[in-house]
Every structure is written in structure tokens, then in C-alpha cells.
């Protein structure tokens, strides 16, 4: 039975945006990775950091206790994270259980420039990649920006497994994911 027209659509809940200081900015590739849209705050004035968020509606992610401390943290207005650690890996499995992140969009977003990846013909970017990945792999993606090329080679596979360790999960599933070895 399909809802009558005039009912508003449901749709799956927005996933979380993030905007991460300048002190944290190796999680951006990490939260990228997992599928999650991640700027990064490279600039002194703290303040600029804020507008964008509250503007773009990015939870910020940061180390830095001044930031915690502004007013439209502390009254709910903006989300942030005071990241507690100063381990990369620490550093992410926070993020993911602060927020419940999960890897269900895995591999869909450029690790560089933060760019949908779309599917791309293996033979227009042929002279792009080595001869053997031409020839043992059949599906490849492209960052439209930076046009990094990436496919499932084992660089994917040990990403796949590191985000299984961080998600909790056994892998079996990974699969289906659009997950792809990066073109360097």
C-alpha cells in the first residue's frame, strides 16, 4: 500500500557533517573514509570555525577548551566534540562512539578532497592506472575534483578491515561497499 500523496516523505535521518580543527585534522581522512562529508578548519581565527559550522551545520570536532567554551557551544546551539586524546586511533573510535557512526557509506567520499566518487569505465582511465590493476580489476571510481582514481585493491582491504575493528563489526558485509584502493 503506497502513502497517499499529500504525505510528507520519509526519508533516512541526514548523516552528521563535521568540520574538524586544524589540531585533529588527520580524522578528517578517517571520517571521509567511513563516508562522512569532513572539512577541515586550517585558519587562526576560531571564531571563522564557528560561523561555518553553524552556517554549513557541521558539528565541530576539536582539542582545543576555548573552543568548548563559547557560548553557542555551551548552549546546545552548535554540537562539538573536545577530543581527549592525542592517538590518531583513539582519537576516531571517540568520534565514532560520541556520535554512533557506523561504515554504512564507506568508500563513497575522495579521502583528499571530500568529493562524491563516481563510477567511472575502466577504459577512460586505462593509461591512469598500472597495468596489472587494469587487468585484474573491473570497477573503478573517480573524484570529479581531483580526479584521484580509486578500486578495491588491498589497499581497500586493509581500510575495510580497520574500519571493521573501529565499527565493531565483522566484515562480512564489505563487500557490497563501494570501497576502492586510491591511485597515488
Known sequence: MSPPADAPEMSEPRSPRFIV????????????????????????DDWQM???????DRIIITRD????KRRVITSGKLRALLVT?????????QVIDAFGLDDRRAFTLCI???ETLVGIDAEKVKDRLPPYVFKTQSEFVE????????WKGTHWQAMAKVLDRLTGRNGADNESQTGLQDLR
Open 21 to 44: 580543527d586544524h589540531n585533529v585534522a588527520k580524522l578528517a581522512r578517517s571520517l571521509r573514509m567511513m563516508g562522512y562529508d569532513t572539512v577541515v578548519f586550517d585558519q587562526p
Open 50 to 56: 564557528v560561523r561555518i559550522a553553524l552556517a554549513e
Open 65 to 68: 577548551t576555548g573552543v568548548m
Open 85 to 93: 586524546s592525542d592517538n590518531p586511533a583513539e582519537q576516531i573510535q
Open 112 to 114: 583528499e578532497c571530500n
Open 143 to 150: 573524484c570529479p575534483v581531483c580526479h584521484r582514481v580509486y
